[in-house]
Nanobody, 115 residues
Framework: QVQLVESGGGLVQPGGSLRLSCAAS????????MGWYRQAPGKQRELVAR???????RYADSVKGRFTISRDNAKNTVYLQMNSLKPEDTDVYYC?????????WGKGTLVTVSS
């Protein structure tokens, strides 16, 4: 079983930055994709960014140029650097890890962008 521990959410003013982290631990043989999704109340969960084991990345159009995803394979950790944050980025952000054929989700971390 894999456990995901997220950190880095919080309150930030518009234009500010936050860095999310998600560390995977447990019985892991191979992680092939790590990513971040977000979900607002009453809405579907949507992809923010993801990164493959080879370093290929994919971003939602709404965050391109502002967010950067990266990963440390030695630490089984994925990061999301969020810059130029906007009020519409306010959501609960969920870490997602695909490992050993199973899709795992974190519990979520709240990001609030407000003045």
């Amino acid at each position: 079983q894999v456990q995901l521990v997220e950190s880095g959410g919080g309150l930030v003013q518009p234009g500010g930055s936050l860095r999310l982290s998600c560390a995977a631990s447990g019985s892991i043989f191979s992680i092939y994709v790590m990513g971040w999704y977000r979900q607002a109340p009453g809405k579907q969960r949507e992809l923010v960014a993801r990164i493959s084991s080879g370093g290929n990345t994919r971003y939602a159009d709404s965050v391109k140029g502002r967010f950067t995803i990266s990963r440390d394979n030695a630490k089984n950790t994925v990061y999301l650097q969020m810059n130029s944050l906007k009020p519409e980025d306010t959501d609960v952000y969920y870490c997602n890890v695909g490992a050993d054929g199973i899709n795992y989700w974190g519990k979520g971390t709240l990001v609030t962008v407000s003045s």
